[in-house]
């Protein structure tokens, strides 16, 4: 009997002219704060522009995955990409983006404005297992160790880049 081979998970590049926006968040209830990650990357890898967001925490880790989804969406926009593959690991906010009518969830207000800030025409939602999506994970952690916010242009912080190397499938 032959045991099957494990799938990587790993993250894969987006088709030619979009981007692939990974985000995902993090609660250190030790100091009532929250972290939100975000790395925007191209077709063929490389870091377009990441950061990391300390915030307050709020009452559940849903609503941190919702503000780092709206968080991505925002600085997408800031930096003008319109065409992007938008990917976390929370499948109830990938499929809260996917659904057309408002979000009725406790984060549903968070969504519908990052969703209506910007043309969602030209946007994919995309599910990964956070095995996926680590880059993010990471800035996300890393937001425990900054003041407000951090952006990094066609970087991550140095800590990550072999978090970066080896997440390139």
């Given at each position: 009997m032959t045991t099957p081979t494990p799938t990587r998970v790993a993250w894969h590049p987006p088709p030619n002219g979009y981007v692939k926006i990974n985000f995902d968040g993090a609660t250190f209830k030790?100091?009532?704060k929250a972290g939100?990650?975000?790395?925007?990357r191209d077709g063929f890898g490389q870091v377009l522009a990441s950061l990391s967001e300390q915030v307050q925490l709020p009452y559940s880790s849903d609503l941190v995955e919702a503000m780092a989804a709206a968080k991505?969406?925002?600085f997408a926009a800031d930096l003008?990409?319109?065409?992007?593959?938008?990917?976390g690991d929370s499948e109830l906010i990938i499929k809260a983006?996917?659904?057309?009518?408002?979000?009725?969830?406790?984060?549903g207000h968070i969504l519908d404005a990052a969703k209506n800030s910007t043309d969602v025409n030209c946007?994919?939602?995309?599910h990964i297992r956070r095995l996926g999506?680590?880059?993010a994970y990471n800035l996300a952690k890393h937001a425990r160790h900054v003041a407000g916010l951090k952006v990094w242009m066609e970087d991550v912080p140095p800590?990550?880049?072999?978090?970066?190397?080896?997440?390139y499938g």
């Open positions: 030790d100091i009532n939100l990650g975000v790395v925007i991505a969406i925002s003008g990409f319109s065409r992007f593959i938008l990917e983006l996917r659904n057309k009518e408002a979000t009725l969830a406790p984060f946007i994919s939602f995309s999506n680590v880059v800590h990550l880049y072999s978090v970066l190397l080896t997440d």
